[in-house]
């Protein structure tokens, strides 16, 4: 779980950085694109690296839900009959949504990869303008997009703080103090990595991409 | 005050069980819950019905017999009290009240509200103790030990093996009373020698008996009447992964 | 006297003699080994899971016998030694303050009100070292001071600080560390655990303890175990009381059954009342709560002046205040002896003095050293203390005083055992709080889980090797034995008896009752005419349990009420005995307390002439219990008058 997991994370950061070239101009972004395509070249041949990353990706989104869906029979198994008082939450939310948020998290990639990798649900779907797509895409009449995708983003969130905190305690995070530094990095780190996200369809409505 | 209570009632572990219905009148905030159930149990008696059978024992907080998820919380609502000290004065007039057993493949129901906890005994047998066998120990003062380290180990050790922890996880894990022992006996000195091989055999104890695995909620320690904090599953963690570390390098 | 009769004395005849620092020593080579290879051949039972009985088990098996252990929780770990509070002693004179192995032996015998055997009491003061060693070992987490060694504090009554704690739960600590070892054994596979098993018969087969019919609590099923020797470390018999601060579920039905089968019952009348539990707060109470001891080293102890006085404890000024034990005795003051502390408080309550809605209690006050060390410390000393009692109240005992009102909390009395801890049938075998040995009239503070580690560590597995070589190979006998079958049937009729009942009463009513009259009667003072109504009602009483109790459910499967019947109905006999014993012994001696035999100024009046000896009770079945003394020596502490002013 926390190895696949910080190969995700590892991911979302690239991913997130890259997203964020947005704001030096559509020629640079979509040189950025293109080159995404190139890396590796010329040791290896065009688009080749991308697709050894998307196996790598495929793979750790796999063993994710893979090593997620044993621990949730696990759990289902541990507690053959259930409460018939709901058992009352008295921890975060976040640790509490770990599955769910991920089935959603799941629909949503699959989303975003017909949307702004194949293009086919983009209203533009250009392939040689990435820019042009992203920009057509959080178009302010458009507002539905955007608020689906806060709401993704927002449930990823969740997702990270207890996955980032849990990955600690795995790894033997187990002083008081560690455990506060802990919650406080795993928030930080959720919070940060959504508002990157965030920035580039709230900069598309209001404008300031365009 | 006058109450209703849910509880479960289930003759034997092939019953398959039921919620059933018992209203109580006249009971004082000054009982205890347990004290507000023999009330009930006395009547039933005398109606001609069994009494309900419930876990029990010293009725001070501290023995860990008693197990009743109250309201799907497990002890009741007080933080920090088992069911025995929780008092009625935490409810009022009125209430309706649902009282279930531990819930957990690994602690199945004997009968009503009463579970077989011994899971928790395999658990400890499996390497939750120091091998010092009687005559054998060294002058108590040879080893000191940090005054830190013994008051964190005696936090650790305070649990009272109640199993609330399991009632309470989502998962069903049994990780918080493993690793309440393990943090315990790994923060001394005597608990060294044997500290790897300690968490190795407790934490596959833990699995065989059926337990869910701990996805760090943090339920547990919400519920634990002592108060045992969640870190110690990190030092459960590390242990394991070092001593899982160690297993393959040697 | 028309109650019982008197039969021949009775001497200790294991008792060692020589100067008593060596006795133990000496015994301890005399006695005989067993061979290693054949301890595996021996099969020991040991009943109950405390500390006494867990160390016990756990030592033997690690010594190579099979054990088989009982106990009636559904965890070895759940005896109620793990309820104990404030600490255990030891003479290790870590402090320096003139401890020593003969302080401790001196300090018990005289805290026993000379009631009782200097040698059991020595042996117990020399092994206390090596407890706290072997705990310590085990990974207990006892207090310590900041340089990492061993924290001790003075406890209930003495003036050296030799009690060492685990906060105010070291019963827990040290019995988890007893369990752990057990469990160790169970998982090696040396001891074989049967948890939520009851003993209820003892099984004698030529003149020897070789079993005990145990039901299995879950499945109703009745079964015969047979072994070399029985061991019986059930614990005490507070619960005749039903009201104490005992676990719910202990009981004397073990120690009962052996008493019929003929071990004699020592000393039954010695109770220790507890000063500081919380008070009854209505009918409901199911047991009572203690606070430790402990708390009287900072806290003060007092009643209003003024009869009937109603306002509350801060608007009572201090020059109307009683702090009636520093007032009696300025020397020890609130550290007093339990037994005096507790009736020290009964008498300013029947004066018309006492506090709370009853009127049934004193204030326990923690205010002078909350001003004096600050609230965090009294935090860091009895924070779990106050929250419990916070609890159970409803009141914060930092800003109110505490109340709290004696209850019954430990039975000195026992079966009957001799030096080497064997009862009158021989192969059985009585330890820790069951046995009546080392505290005489009056247990100590922080004694009694000494001795019950003592017992289980360090002496039965010595004693029991003893026995087990000396009686040589003894006959192969199963379940199928005519004995086996009679005491099975027996237990079996008597299930039947009770169920068919089908009254119109519930155990716990019963229950219930008895408790009131022990209590009135037998409780903190007792006086002839009270002794004998106590009786009469008891009697009558238990005529009516076994005509109208309904135990409702069947034989079959886990049935709560089954059990209690069977509990309460030898509490019904033990009650009687309690209060012929009570009645015989003419004087006040520690926790009896005769209204007829006191001082002027109302303090307890031994008579050394008349009763310094054990009172060991045989059962005849006729009513009419024979009373065999054991005559008491003082060669090394001379019996005075205890005086705590």
Redesign the interface.
């Given at each position: 779980m926390a190895v696949t997991g910080i190969i995700l994370v590892l991911f979302l950061i690239a991913h997130m950085l890259g997203n964020l070239k947005i704001f030096t101009g559509e020629t640079s972004f979509d040189h950025y694109a293109h080159w995404l395509r190139d890396i590796g070249t010329p040791l290896l041949p065009t688009t080749w690296f991308l697709w050894i990353q998307r196996t790598v990706l495929t793979v750790a989104v796999l063993g994710h839900i893979g090593a997620a869906t044993l621990l949730a029979m696990r759990s289902r198994a541990a507690r053959p009959v259930r409460y018939a008082h709901r058992r009352k939450i008295h921890v975060n939310y976040a640790a509490r949504t770990m599955r769910w948020g991920g089935v959603i998290i799941l629909l949503f990639v699959i989303y975003h990869i017909l949307d702004l990798t194949t293009g086919h649900l983009n209203p533009k779907g250009d392939p040689a303008n990435p820019y042009g797509n992203v920009v057509a895409d959080f178009a302010p009449e458009r507002w539905y997009v955007t608020l689906f995708y806060t709401l993704a983003l927002v449930t990823l969130g969740f997702h990270l703080r207890h996955g980032a905190f849990s990955a600690f305690r795995s790894l033997g995070q187990q002083t008081p103090k560690g455990e506060r530094r802990a919650r406080i990095a795993a928030l930080v780190f959720a919070v940060a990595l959504v508002g990157g996200y965030l920035l580039v369809p709230f900069a598309v409505i209001t404008g300031l991409v365009s | 005050m006058n109450l209703t209570l849910?509880i479960?009632r289930q003759?034997?572990p092939e019953d398959k069980?039921r919620?059933v219905t018992y209203p109580v009148q006249d009971v004082?905030p000054?009982?205890?819950f347990?004290?507000?159930l023999?009330?009930l149990n006395?009547r039933?008696?005398?109606d001609?019905?069994?009494?309900v059978?419930f876990?029990?024992?010293?009725?001070?907080?501290?023995?860990?017999?008693c197990s009743l998820?109250i309201?799907?919380?497990a002890h009741g609502p007080?933080r920090?009290?088992t069911a025995c000290?929780?008092?009625m004065?935490q409810f009022s007039d009125g209430d309706t009240i649902?009282i279930?057993p531990w819930?957990?493949?690994?602690f199945p129901?004997?009968?009503d509200l009463?579970v077989?906890?011994?899971a928790?005994?395999q658990i400890?047998?499996?390497g939750?103790?120091?091998?010092?066998?009687?005559?054998?120990?060294?002058?108590?003062?040879s080893?000191?030990?940090?005054?830190a380290d013994?008051?964190a180990?005696?936090e650790s050790?305070?649990c009272?093996?109640c199993g609330a922890c399991v009632a309470?996880c989502?998962?069903?894990?049994g990780m918080l009373f493993t690793a309440a022992k393990i943090t315990?006996?790994s923060l001394?000195p005597?608990?060294q020698p044997e500290r790897y091989t300690r968490v190795i055999g407790m934490v596959d104890a833990h699995d065989e008996a059926?337990?869910?695995?701990c996805?760090?909620?943090?339920?547990c320690a919400?519920?634990c009447p002592k108060g045992i904090?969640?870190?110690?599953?990190?030092?459960l963690?590390?242990?394991y992964?070092k001593a899982t570390a160690k297993r393959a390098g040697s | 006297m028309d109650l019982y009769r008197e039969g021949d004395p009775i001497a200790d005849t294991r008792a060692p003699d020589g100067p008593i620092e060596t006795r133990w020593e000496r015994h301890r080579f005399e006695m005989k080994l067993v061979n290693p290879a054949n301890r595996r051949k021996m099969t020991v039972i040991v009943v109950g899971t405390g500390l006494a009985g867990g160390s016990a088990a756990a030592t033997l098996a690690e010594q190579g016998y099979q054990v088989r252990s009982y106990c009636y929780q559904d965890s070895p770990r759940r005896a109620h030694s793990i309820a104990a509070q404030g600490g255990i002693n030891a003479a290790k004179n870590y402090r320096n303050d003139g401890d020593s192995v003969h302080r401790l032996f001196y300090d018990t015998v005289k805290g026993g009100d000379f009631r009782s055997r200097e040698s059991n009491v020595h042996r117990l003061a020399e092994v206390s070292v090596n407890i706290i060693d072997q705990c310590v070992a085990q990974g207990v987490p006892f207090a310590r001071e900041y340089g990492g060694l061993l924290d001790t504090r003075s406890f209930g009554g003495a003036q050296v600080q030799r009690t060492f704690y685990a906060r105010g739960q070291t019963g827990q600590q040290l019995l988890l560390g007893a369990y752990q070892a057990l469990e160790r054994q169970i998982g090696l596979g040396n001891v074989e655990m049967n948890a939520r098993h009851e003993m209820l018969e003892l099984v004698i087969v030529d003149g020897r303890a070789r079993g005990i019919v145990v039901r299995d609590m879950v499945t109703g099923e009745i079964s015969t175990e047979m072994a070399d020797a029985v061991v019986l470390a059930t614990g005490g018999y507070g619960n005749v009381f039903y009201l104490s601060t005992n676990a719910k579920g202990c009981n004397v039905t073990a120690s009962w059954r052996a008493h019929r089968k003929g071990a004699y019952f020592a000393n039954p009348c010695y109770t220790q009342i507890h000063p500081t539990c919380i008070p009854v707060s209505g009918d409901h109470q199911s047991k009572l709560t203690l606070m430790s001891e402990s708390l009287r080293n900072d806290g003060r102890v007092w009643v209003p002046k003024a009869k009937g006085d109603q306002r509350s404890p801060r608007e009572i000024p201090e020059d109307e205040r009683d702090y009636y034990l520093e007032r009696i005795y300025p020397s020890f003051g609130n550290l007093v002896p339990r037994d005096i502390a507790s009736r020290a408080a009964k008498n300013v309550c029947d004066s018309g003095r006492g506090v709370g809605p009853t009127g049934l209690g004193v204030y326990l006050d923690f205010a002078d050293a909350i001003n004096r060390l600050g609230r965090k410390a009294i935090e860091a000393k009895y924070g779990n203390l106050f929250e419990m009692y916070e609890r159970i109240t409803g009141e914060d005992p930092y800003e109110v005083p505490m109340r709290i009102y004696p209850a019954v909390h430990y039975t000195m009395g026992g079966l009957w055992v001799d030096y080497d801890l064997q009862s009158s049938i021989p192969g059985l075998f009585v330890i820790g709080e069951a046995n009546f040995s080392d505290h005489g009239a009056n247990r100590l503070g922080a004694s009694a889980l000494m001795q019950g580690l003592a017992d289980g560590y360090f002496v039965l597995p010595n004693t029991l090797a003893n026995y087990l070589a000396s009686s040589g190979p003894l006959d192969k006998v199963d379940a199928s034995h005519p004995e086996a079958v009679a005491a099975r049937t027996d237990v079996e009729d008597r299930i039947k008896r009770l169920l068919a009942i089908n009254g119109d009463r519930t155990v716990d009513s019963f229950h219930r009752e008895l408790g009131q009259i022990m209590w009135e009667h037998c409780g903190m003072e007792r006086s002839e005419a009270g002794l004998r109504k106590a009786i009469d009602e008891i009697r009558a009483l238990r005529e009516q349990f076994w005509q109208r109790v309904r135990v409702p459910g069947d034989g079959e499967g886990l049935n709560q009420s089954l059990e209690k019947a069977g509990r309460v109905a030898d509490f019904f006999e033990l009650a009687e005995l309690m209060c012929i014993d009570a009645l015989h012994r003419e004087e006040s001696c520690g926790g009896h307390f005769r209204a007829e035999h006191q001082t002027p100024d109302g303090e307890a009046q031994r008579d050394d002439d008349r009763f310094a000896y054990v009172a060991a009770w045989e059962y005849t079945g006729t009513g009419e219990p024979v009373l065999h003394k054991e005559d008491l020596t003082f060669e090394y502490v001379h019996p005075t008058q205890r005086s705590y002013k």
């Open positions: - | 849910r479960w003759h034997g069980g919620m004082s000054d009982m205890s347990l004290e507000m023999d009330v006395e039933l008696i005398l001609g019905e069994e009494p059978a876990d029990h024992d010293c009725r001070e907080g501290i023995c860990g017999m998820m309201n799907g919380e007080q920090g009290t000290q929780l008092h004065r649902d279930e819930r957990a493949r690994a129901v004997v009968k009463v077989n906890r011994n928790f005994d400890i047998a499996a939750g103790y120091v091998t010092a066998p009687t005559g054998s120990a060294p002058e108590a003062h080893v000191p030990v940090p005054k013994a008051d180990a005696f050790a305070a009272i093996g309470a989502p998962n069903g894990s315990q006996l001394l005597q608990g059926g337990f869910g695995g996805t760090n909620i943090g339920e919400a519920a904090p969640l870190n110690t599953i990190g030092r963690n590390r242990d992964l | -």
